[in-house]
């Protein structure tokens, strides 16, 4: 299917080409004022000037840090105290408002406090990504835990399958599939969380570029803008390759087989693990 | 049946068993806030940090200042802010995401583009959005309406894709129109997963309705919150911070209430399959 | 045994001589990734109007492919297809389908009612004669109380019932079923296809019958249409002569029965 590949990729260049003409038509015209918005041309210098030298990777890389360290030990933690909890009924029913109530709040609304016990710090981005991710985390391992299909559980007793053996062979595999879903929008939430921690904390990577062009004024836009593009990049780059991981470890599980067997035609936000089904 | 009754000792009967059985659930769900908010409370009762208030004056500022003081301008900014912009994100979000699944070449060649959108951190475009808006109305709107639009848009794309070819051909031979069938049949099959994308856009809008408020804002919980970290008034901090955990914790309950109203059929299907 | 001939009483004109369904060499490929699938190699066969005709064959030899093409839902790679003298271009006003699977057929946020008033509400009825007509059909079928329930909430029989029932809400000229009664029990099954006769005789609907059951085929129909695997033909047509009204008990007990049913199974198996 050579012609329908190419088709639509070729569709696809023609808009975005469209679309980078009609930026810099418009600038070049004068209707986008060069005092508000950086032109298409001056954007792209921008961001290979910045690609170039070493500015744009340190600040990826501090970016990545506080995503990375933060990512990590909050889902260590949900996956540690999730599956505590989801194993035992009481604990579960006891801890589980608390735990939703924790989940709604606004994580912005805890940088405040980040600010004031560790200041514009690595430490501050990733103790707020940590909390950020832990708690929509920890509620998605507990369903995996408490989601046993009854036929896969009888199986399980009739089979004298137990303890230690039975949480590793059964339970863990049969929630993983909650878990996956919990951690690709961990990925996502880690990221948005780390960049507010910098736009907003002050603390170093991207987000923080941001700002400093900001505030430096019309002639630092073009700045400003290619890292908003490298954010948005880092995004895309990141849920990949969360995707292709999870391919590689869930390959087993019938959902994901059943999605190869039926072929492409499956929405392109679920094909990159973006689609939050209703749970 | 206890053993209880077989001593004589009148055992409690069935009504009254189920009443306690519900009470000891109830209490089970609850009893761990509690314990929590007393500790908070005990643990700071002493305080003289200036960063950790005692929780007691905190809720004293909760009182004098959101409910019945100057700061419920500042909630209603905010909400004005948020319910205007996610109402427009949900209603464009829908609208292109229907849009995209009835041009299949519109969707191909824009796909890549719609992604790089969602997944674009939304409040990176923060400074951008004050460069171009200023900092009033206009901009907080916009930017709450442009970041949560797409997860509906996605969802309700997907959703819209992923619905069932026997229904679809249950409606064509039923005689209902193409766009009929959109309108009756797509729509109500996709709400389940719409709802789920408009979920997800509440949460991107109440972020962005904080972080759009913190640079340079007159107005709003966020402005309130950075004016009143930057003199040192903690205990006002503090009381913003929880006034924004309340927000995110209604939002969710009334958000839940409305979901099983409108999807109470889904729900209820979902249900007897399990028992299948 | 009687050798007398189905007589069918529908208040159609018999004498128009058009058939219902008429398919002249009807061939169906798919593109397959391994190379072009030939569903349909060779379908030849007309349904006269009020008869009941049952298709048989075994999995895989494209009966489902053959019910679209006759609803208008798929067209023939090759052939012809006509419904009423006119070829099928896309689903024609005066077809019903029931579909295998109901749970995936039946709308879930509609109520018993409102999905069987669908087709009526979409065909342009007033309020009145929409709430009469599904009442009516609704207690044809054997659930006059069921209007305010949701699919979801009856067993698998009551739902195929709301199935059969909204498709002749509007009275359809033809009726195609797609192994409709596959998925319920085999008690239920025997009262389904006793009903599906009865509603037969009462609204004088022409029936095409896809199954894989051959005692199903053979008890319910005038006409048996064998089809064949690879490739997807008709092997033969058999006109069944058995009694009407036929009875689950009497009609399997006659030898005549067993008989088609032996002609059948060998030739269904020998393919």
């Known amino acids: 299917m050579l012609g329908r590949y190419t088709l639509t990729y070729g569709l696809r260049l023609a808009v975005l080409a469209a679309a980078l003409g009609l930026w810099q038509g418009l600038s070049a015209a004068g209707v986008i004022r060069a005092d508000e918005f950086p032109s298409m041309s001056q954007t792209a210098t921008a961001l290979w000037d910045q690609a170039s030298g070493s500015s744009l990777w340190s600040a990826v890389g501090q970016t990545l840090e506080g995503w990375g360290l933060g990512l990590v030990i909050g889902a260590a933690a949900a996956l540690l105290i999730g599956t505590l909890i989801g194993m035992n009924g009481f604990a579960y029913r006891s801890a589980i408002g608390v735990i939703e109530f924790f989940k709604a709040i606004p994580v912005i609304a805890i940088l405040p406090v980040g600010l004031v016990l560790w200041g514009a710090t690595l430490t501050m981005k990733f103790a707020l990504v940590a909390f950020a991710v832990f708690w929509p985390l920890v509620i998605q391992v507990c369903y995996g835990v408490r989601s046993l299909d009854p036929v896969v559980r009888d199986t399980t007793a009739v089979l004298q399958v137990r303890g230690p053996r039975k949480f590793l062979t059964v339970i863990l595999p049969s929630a993983a599939p909650f878990i996956a879903t919990g951690l690709r929008v961990a990925v996502a939430v880690a990221l948005i969380v780390d960049i507010i921690a910098e736009l907003i904390g002050g603390g170093s990577g991207v987000g923080e570029r941001i700002l400093v062009a900001e505030n430096a004024g019309p002639s630092a836009y073009p700045i400003m803008y290619a890292y908003i593009v490298v954010a948005g990049l880092l995004g895309v780059l990141l849920a990949g390759a969360f995707t292709v991981a999870e391919r590689y470890v869930l390959g087993w599980h019938e959902s994901q087989r059943s999605a190869r067997a039926e072929g492409q035609d499956r929405g392109y936000s679920e094909r990159k693990g973006l689609t939050l089904v209703a749970s | 049946m206890s053993l209880h009754s077989l001593g004589g000792a009148a055992s409690p009967g069935p009504a009254a068993r189920a009443a306690g059985t519900a009470a000891a659930r109830a209490l089970t769900r609850v009893w761990l806030f509690v314990v929590l908010f007393l500790i908070w409370w005990f643990w700071s009762a002493g305080s003289k940090s200036l960063y950790f208030p005692p929780l007691s004056s905190i809720l004293k500022a909760l009182w004098t200042q959101w409910v019945t003081g100057p700061a419920r301008a500042e909630l209603g900014s905010s909400l004005e802010h948020l319910v205007v912009g996610y109402v427009i994100a949900g209603l464009v979000g829908i609208g292109i995401g229907a849009l995209l699944w009835s041009l299949r070449y519109l969707r191909d060649a824009t796909s890549p583009y719609i992604y790089f959108l969602y997944v674009l951190p939304a409040p990176v475009l923060v400074p951008a959005a004050m460069t171009l808006f200023g900092i009033g109305f206009t901009m907080k709107v916009v930017l709450i309406a442009f970041a949560a639009l797409w997860p509906t848009l996605l969802n309700t794309l997907d959703g819209m894709r992923g619905v069932d070819q026997v229904k679809l051909d249950t409606s064509r031979v039923l005689g209902v129109s193409p766009l009929g069938s959109v309108f009756r049949v797509v729509l109500p099959a996709a709400a389940p997963q719409i709802v789920a994308g408009l979920r997800n856009s509440l949460q991107v809008a109440i972020i962005l309705m904080v972080v759009s408020e913190w640079e340079a804002s007159s107005d709003g919980i966020g402005y309130y919150i950075v004016n009143a970290q930057q003199s040192f008034d903690y205990v006002g901090m503090w009381s913003g911070i929880i006034v924004l955990a309340i927000i995110g914790t209604v939002a969710n309950v009334l958000f839940v209430i409305a979901e099983n109203r409108a999807l109470h059929w889904h729900y209820g299907a979902r249900a007897v399959e399990g028992t299948r | ?271």
């Open chain 3, 1 to 271: 045994m009687n050798e007398v001939k189905p007589e069918v009483t529908t208040a159609e004109d018999e004498a128009a001589g058009v058939p219902v369904v008429s398919l002249r060499q009807v061939r169906k490929v798919y593109p397959g990734a391994a190379g072009p699938k030939v569903a349909l190699q060779d379908i030849t066969f007309d349904v006269a109007r009020g008869e009941f005709a049952c298709v048989v064959g075994p999995s895989g030899a494209g009966k489902t492919t053959l019910l679209r093409i006759l609803a208008g839902l798929a067209q023939p790679t090759s052939g012809a297809a006509l419904f009423e003298g006119t070829p099928l271009r896309s689903v024609p006003p005066g077809i019903g389908v029931v579909f295998q699977d109901y749970g995936r057929s039946l709308y879930p946020w509609l109520t018993v009612a409102r999905n069987v008033e669908l087709p009526l509400r979409v065909r342009g009825l007033q309020r009145t004669e929409r709430a009469q007509r599904v009442a009516e059909v609704l207690a044809s079928v054997g659930l006059p109380d069921a209007g305010r329930s949701y699919p979801w909430q009856l067993s698998g029989g009551m739902q195929q019932r709301v199935a059969i029932a909204r498709s002749l809400a509007y009275r359809p000229d033809l009726l195609l079923m797609d192994e409709p009664f596959a998925s319920v029990d085999a008690q239920t099954r025997f009262e389904l296809e006793d009903l599906i006769l009865r509603v037969r005789q009462e609204f004088g609907v022409t029936v095409v019958f896809v199954t894989h059951d051959i005692d199903e085929a053979v008890y319910l129909a005038d006409r048996v249409i064998a089809v064949s695997k690879s490739p997807g033909v008709v092997t033969e047509i058999v006109d069944i002569t058995l009694t009407r009204p036929r009875d689950q008990i009497a009609t399997k007990a006659d030898p005549a029965f067993a008989r088609y049913r032996e002609h059948l199974l060998g030739m269904v198996m020998k393919r």
